[in-house]
């Protein structure tokens, strides 16, 4: 039940961000449902891994490489889904630290 209610609310995160900013783009709203899906996989699987992986250089980088990877981890689905599209860096740093923000919240609020 966790995971559909995250996949819901990151799939409308997404939708909503083709609305708000202008260098994100979502062709139909299944696209956003896809790329939701993605986003849970990642933030249940990869990321745990990453971050004990790379805890030095969080450490030394004093957490900004946890939101490099927030980036990163935002941007790979446009790289591989037609009709998701990040067009520059700024957006898709916007785009994750509101994904972040979004994925905090209901972390909180869950617990």
Partial sequence: MR???????LSGAVYGLGYFL??????PWWVAAIVGAILVFI????????????LPLNLITFGLFSVALNVLFFWFPSTIIDGFDVITWKDAI??????????WIFDKVRK
């Fill in 94 to 103: 916007i785009g994750a630290i509101i994904i972040s923000l979004i994925n």
């Fill in 43 to 54: 933030n249940i699987i990869v990321r745990p891994i990453l971050k004990i992986l790379t």
């Fill in 22 to 27: 202008p260098g994100i783009n979502v062709a």
């Fill in 3 to 9: 995971i559909i209610l995250q996949w819901l609310i």
